[in-house]
């Protein structure tokens, strides 16, 4: 069978079945919102999370160049 028609056949099903069942568009629709957050959350622990290698390395460069920029002289 080719894939075309199993993609087709799926989401026909699934229209359908959300027609004669409104709350398992709700389920669906909580499932994506959870799936987003979830997301986002491991977004936010790569990002902030303290012994994380990229994080440092971005402060480390952010400081370095804060202390180049004060240790020239002034004119």
């Known amino acids: 069978m080719n894939t075309y028609y199993v993609i087709v056949y799926t989401l026909v099903f699934f229209v359908g079945v959300c027609i004669i069942e409104p709350n398992l568009l709700k389920w669906i629709e909580l499932q994506l919102k959870w799936a987003g957050i979830n ?9 902030f999370h303290p012994r994380n290698f990229v994080t440092n390395w971005i402060i480390r460069r952010k ?13």
């Open 39 to 47: 997301v986002r959350r491991a977004i936010l622990i790569v990002r």
């Open 63 to 75: 400081f370095q160049k804060i202390i180049r920029e004060h240790s020239q002289p002034k004119e």
